[in-house]
């Protein structure tokens, strides 16, 4: 996908568990953005838990996910950690890449297993943290293909910041040279 180098949004996608969250929630108060985690907004629009919304089937979710995403893509200057399974339907990552520059969180999947010390939380892993595997060859070519940018996750949380940061001001720097 060709970037928007006007995008005044930071989109986080990757797999589960690879940090997206606790990035975001670091990541937004440094660039004095707001934040927002789509599966906590869902959450609370919806009033269940993604788990809950799962046990409606996988489909149900993806809908009310991409509802989610249109609700939030058009808002200025926010951070936003997606759900690991959002590159699944290509309208979300259109709309997320209208407006933000995509920061493909990249971990290890042996790290991505130890944090996920609470699978239980993620339905799509729920009883079988193996699965983690299927899914990573299912949708690595999707993180690869939607993001602007890798960032390794495989040090910490504050370090992944700090290489978005430098990013993003790379990406000004190139920005204000092509407005000259």
Not at 52 to 58: A, P, R, V
Not at 117 to 132: C, D, M, S, Y
């Given at each position: 996908m060709k970037m928007n180098l006007y995008a005044n949004n930071v989109v986080l996608i990757g797999m589960p568990g690879c940090g997206k969250s606790s990035i975001g929630s670091l990541l937004a108060p440094a660039l004095k953005m707001k934040f927002y985690d789509v599966?906590?907004?869902i959450e609370k629009?919806?009033?269940q838990s993604?788990?809950?919304l799962f046990s409606h089937g996988e489909d149900h979710f993806r809908q009310i996910e991409s509802q989610a995403i249109f609700d939030i893509y058009n808002?200025?200057?926010i951070v936003i950690a997606t759900g690991g399974g959002v590159v699944t339907r290509h309208q979300n990552m259109v709309l997320l890449q209208q407006q933000g520059i995509i920061f493909y969180i990249e971990r290890s999947i042996?790290?991505?297993i130890d944090s996920?010390?609470?699978a239980e939380?993620?339905?799509?892993l729920a009883g079988n943290v193996q699965r983690i595997y299927?899914?990573?060859e299912q949708r690595k070519h999707l993180y690869e293909k939607y993001g602007h940018y890798r960032i390794s996750n495989n040090e910490s949380c504050q370090a992944a910041v700090e290489k978005i940061q430098a990013k993003l001001l790379e990406h000004i720097q190139i920005e204000t040279r092509q407005e000259c």
């Amino acid at each position: 996908m060709k970037m928007n180098l006007y995008a005044n949004n930071v989109v986080l996608i990757g797999m589960p568990g690879c940090g997206k969250s606790s990035i975001g929630s670091l990541l937004a108060p440094a660039l004095k953005m707001k934040f927002y985690d789509v599966d906590r907004y869902i959450e609370k629009k919806e009033q269940q838990s993604v788990a809950e919304l799962f046990s409606h089937g996988e489909d149900h979710f993806r809908q009310i996910e991409s509802q989610a995403i249109f609700d939030i893509y058009n808002k200025s200057s926010i951070v936003i950690a997606t759900g690991g399974g959002v590159v699944t339907r290509h309208q979300n990552m259109v709309l997320l890449q209208q407006q933000g520059i995509i920061f493909y969180i990249e971990r290890s999947i042996e790290m991505i297993i130890d944090s996920l010390g609470a699978a239980e939380h993620r339905p799509l892993l729920a009883g079988n943290v193996q699965r983690i595997y299927t899914l990573y060859e299912q949708r690595k070519h999707l993180y690869e293909k939607y993001g602007h940018y890798r960032i390794s996750n495989n040090e910490s949380c504050q370090a992944a910041v700090e290489k978005i940061q430098a990013k993003l001001l790379e990406h000004i720097q190139i920005e204000t040279r092509q407005e000259c």
